[in-house]
């Protein structure tokens, strides 16, 4: 399955990929898919911050990658592997959970919350990871 890479091809894809998990997906990963876009987006109310950026960046490399494997393999179970980074942000950004002066308020929340979510949604993940090594191979979702 190849598609086209151009610009607009990328943003075809972007906007395919987040139709397949915010409209083809069942109700409930439905849910969790917009849950998990709605925390990560929400970095961008907390700008102002370090971490916020962080999550930004990340959450713009997963999708760059997404999109890449997405155009040459289809919706396949492997691509949450890009989420891989989050390991290490996550674990940073629980450390900066108890910096000085520790964030408070909605900062704060934010932060529990995107840490929570990426953990559980890093724990889908392999399990994915592990359906395609055990041969679930083909794209599961098309648009």
Same mark, same amino acid.
């Given at each position: 399955?190849?598609?086209?890479?151009?610009?607009?091809?990328i943003?075809?894809? *972007? #906007?395919?990929?987040?139709?397949?998990?915010?409209?083809?997906?069942?109700?409930?990963?439905?849910?969790w898919? %917009?849950? #998990?876009? %709605?925390?990560?987006? &929400?970095? $961008? $109310?907390f700008?102002?911050h *370090?971490? &916020? +950026?962080? !999550? #930004? &960046?990340?959450?713009? *490399?997963?999708?760059?990658?997404?999109? $890449?494997?997405? +155009?040459?393999?289809?919706?396949?179970?492997?691509?949450?592997?890009?989420?891989?980074?989050?390991?290490?942000?996550l &674990?940073?950004?629980?450390?900066? $959970?108890?910096? +000085?002066?520790?964030?408070?308020?909605?900062?704060? !929340?934010?932060?529990?919350?995107?840490?929570?979510?990426? %953990?559980?949604?890093? %724990?889908?993940?392999?399990?994915?990871?592990?359906?395609? *090594?055990?041969?679930?191979?083909?794209?599961?979702?098309?648009?």
């Amino acid at each position: 399955m190849t598609r086209n890479t151009s610009a607009n091809g990328i943003l075809r894809s *972007v #906007l395919e990929l987040f139709g397949i998990v915010l409209v083809r997906f069942r109700p409930i990963p439905r849910a969790w898919a %917009a849950w #998990l876009v %709605a925390v990560n987006l &929400a970095c $961008l $109310l907390f700008l102002g911050h *370090v971490e &916020a +950026q962080v !999550a #930004l &960046a990340a959450v713009g *490399v997963a999708v760059i990658v997404q999109v $890449l494997v997405y +155009q040459r393999k289809g919706f396949i179970r492997l691509l949450g592997v890009t989420h891989l980074p989050w390991i290490p942000m996550l &674990a940073w950004m629980a450390s900066r $959970l108890d910096a +000085q002066p520790a964030p408070e308020g909605a900062f704060r !929340a934010w932060l529990i919350a995107l840490i929570v979510t990426n %953990a559980i949604s890093l %724990a889908i993940d392999a399990w994915d990871a592990t359906r395609f *090594v055990r041969g679930e191979r083909r794209p599961y979702y098309s648009w």
